[in-house]
């Protein structure tokens, strides 16, 4: 349903032709067949180890693409915004291999996708879905077409978490959670047996303009979803957490915005420890936004920061409670005439006097804790900030 678009460049034209039709069942499963060694290419045996593959190796995709349409994220644009499932059978097969394997220690590290709860989740007309042009099925709100059935989801956890070998099943995937909070069966079975201790989340911000730009559900539907993890987990018997991802210089985001999230995470006794700003990455809209200064959605102007000098004062903001923080944090009060969050109170973010350490090099301000330790804060979450800009 997109248009070619040709662009006129110098004697030359630049054309991207429209995406391929989503993939079908069929195709999925026959692409997962195929026998692959889940392992890294021999030609890497020489760099030692890898990392990342030591966190995703015993993984298992289960389906692609994403209908979120959040802006600084192009998994739409390169998987579709159409979900392409696996079945349930091409799974299980997989699944049960892994489980066979000698070096498997029984832990299926994530059953997932871009979004952790897409699994079958399409336009329940499809003759509609292949003219629709909307962004986002869920912004700004859920499409009342969109099927959001977690049944084949459910099933499927409670198939693979049955098969002999395995131990534990975690979904490290993110939760959308304007989809889960839809389903009390789906969040039961969830904490029940899906969470190693924390689970991932992308509120991103609280701020309702900036999350408007984001095309992100608003604050309340995040409290709402920590209300009925925290309630889920306590009736399993289970300590759990939430590991929220926040993200700052956002476009749209401001000092003032900034200073709401800081409220936002010192009312609840929040304390992220991993932050980052935000990347402009190529094909996402809100790089569109962050170089033209324009929301192209809607042809409205669009504050952004992009110099350092801008962009330092929102993460140190994120981690105001920092003592190598608070000269930033204090200056970016007072230029906003915030000084009433200066000072002993319980809503204040910083204390009068800098605490100790609070002298450091001028202008060095943000960064974050190395390590992938993460601060609990009230009311049963455990906080850290999003480390990867294009994760839903």
Same mark, same amino acid.
């Given at each position: 349903?997109?248009?070619?678009?040709?662009?006129?460049?110098?004697?030359?034209?630049?054309?991207?032709?429209?995406?391929?039709?989503?993939?079908?069942?069929?195709?999925?499963?026959?692409?997962?067949?195929?026998?692959?060694?889940?392992?890294?290419?021999?030609?890497?045996?020489?760099?030692?180890?890898?990392?990342?593959?030591?966190?995703?190796?015993?993984?298992?995709?289960?389906?692609?693409?994403?209908?979120?349409?959040?802006?600084?994220?192009?998994?739409?644009?390169?998987?579709?915004?159409?979900?392409?499932?696996?079945?349930?059978?091409?799974?299980?097969?997989?699944?049960?291999?892994?489980?066979?394997?000698?070096?498997?220690?029984?832990?299926?590290?994530?059953?997932?996708?871009?979004?952790?709860?897409?699994?079958?989740?399409?336009?329940?007309?499809?003759?509609?879905?292949?003219?629709?042009?909307?962004?986002?099925?869920?912004?700004?709100?859920?499409?009342?077409?969109?099927?959001?059935?977690?049944?084949?989801?459910?099933?499927?956890?409670?198939?693979?978490?049955?098969?002999?070998?395995?131990?534990?099943?975690?979904?490290?995937?993110?939760?959308?959670?304007?989809?889960?909070?839809?389903?009390?069966?789906?969040?039961?079975?969830?904490?029940?047996?899906?969470?190693?201790?924390?689970?991932?989340?992308?509120?991103?911000?609280?701020?309702?303009?900036?999350?408007?730009?984001?095309?992100?559900?608003?604050?309340?539907?995040?409290?709402?979803?920590?209300?009925?993890?925290?309630?889920?987990?306590?009736?399993?018997?289970?300590?759990?957490?939430?590991?929220?991802?926040? /993200?700052?210089?956002? &476009?749209?985001?401001? #000092?003032? @915005?900034?200073?709401?999230?800081?409220?936002?995470? +010192? !009312?609840?006794?929040?304390?992220?420890?991993?932050?980052?700003?935000?990347?402009?990455?190529?094909?996402?809209?809100?790089?569109?936004?962050?170089?033209?200064?324009?929301?192209?959605?809607?042809?409205?102007?669009?504050?952004?920061?992009?110099?350092?000098?801008?962009?330092?004062?929102?993460?140190?903001?994120?981690?105001?409670?920092?003592?190598?923080?608070?000269?930033?944090?204090?200056?970016?009060?007072?230029?906003?005439?915030?000084?009433?969050? /200066?000072?002993?109170? &319980?809503?204040?973010? #910083?204390? @009068?006097?800098?605490?100790?350490?609070?002298?450091? +090099? !001028?202008?060095?301000?943000?960064?974050?804790?190395?390590?992938?330790?993460?601060?609990?804060?009230?009311?049963?979450?455990?906080?850290?900030?999003?480390?990867?800009?294009?994760?839903?």
């Amino acid at each position: 349903n997109a248009r070619r678009l040709v662009q006129p460049h110098g004697d030359r034209s630049v054309v991207i032709n429209p995406p391929p039709l989503p993939l079908t069942e069929a195709v999925m499963d026959a692409v997962h067949d195929l026998p692959y060694t889940r392992k890294p290419h021999p030609s890497y045996d020489a760099i030692g180890p890898i990392p990342a593959w030591q966190t995703i190796k015993d993984s298992v995709q289960i389906m692609r693409g994403c209908f979120g349409g959040c802006t600084f994220c192009s998994i739409t644009l390169h998987q579709g915004r159409a979900i392409q499932s696996r079945s349930q059978a091409s799974v299980m097969k997989e699944v049960k291999a892994l489980a066979k394997d000698p070096d498997f220690k029984g832990h299926v590290s994530d059953l997932g996708g871009p979004t952790a709860n897409m699994y079958r989740m399409r336009c329940s007309k499809p003759e509609v879905e292949a003219i629709c042009r909307r962004l986002s099925c869920v912004d700004p709100k859920v499409c009342k077409l969109l099927d959001t059935s977690h049944t084949p989801l459910i099933q499927l956890m409670k198939e693979t978490r049955e098969v002999p070998g395995i131990k534990k099943i975690n979904i490290a995937s993110g939760i959308r959670m304007d989809l889960a909070r839809k389903s009390p069966g789906y969040m039961k079975d969830l904490v029940e047996h899906h969470v190693g201790g924390h689970l991932k989340v992308a509120p991103e911000h609280v701020s309702d303009s900036v999350l408007a730009l984001m095309k992100k559900p608003a604050q309340h539907t995040f409290e709402e979803f920590g209300e009925r993890f925290k309630e889920a987990s306590r009736k399993a018997g289970k300590d759990q957490y939430l590991v929220p991802y926040f /993200i700052a210089s956002h &476009p749209g985001s401001g #000092i003032e @915005e900034m200073v709401e999230l800081a409220q936002f995470l +010192k !009312k609840n006794g929040y304390r992220p420890e991993q932050v980052q700003d935000f990347i402009p990455a190529p094909m996402d809209i809100a790089t569109c936004m962050f170089y033209t200064g324009i929301d192209p959605t809607t042809m409205k102007p669009v504050k952004v920061a992009r110099n350092p000098s801008d962009r330092a004062p929102q993460r140190a903001l994120l981690q105001f409670f920092m003592p190598e923080n608070y000269r930033s944090v204090r200056q970016s009060l007072e230029k906003i005439g915030r000084e009433d969050l /200066i000072g002993d109170g &319980p809503e204040c973010l #910083i204390p @009068e006097n800098p605490p100790k350490g609070a002298y450091m +090099k !001028k202008g060095k301000a943000g960064g974050g804790a190395k390590g992938r330790n993460r601060g609990k804060g009230q009311g049963g979450y455990r906080w850290a900030a999003r480390r990867d800009s294009n994760r839903d």
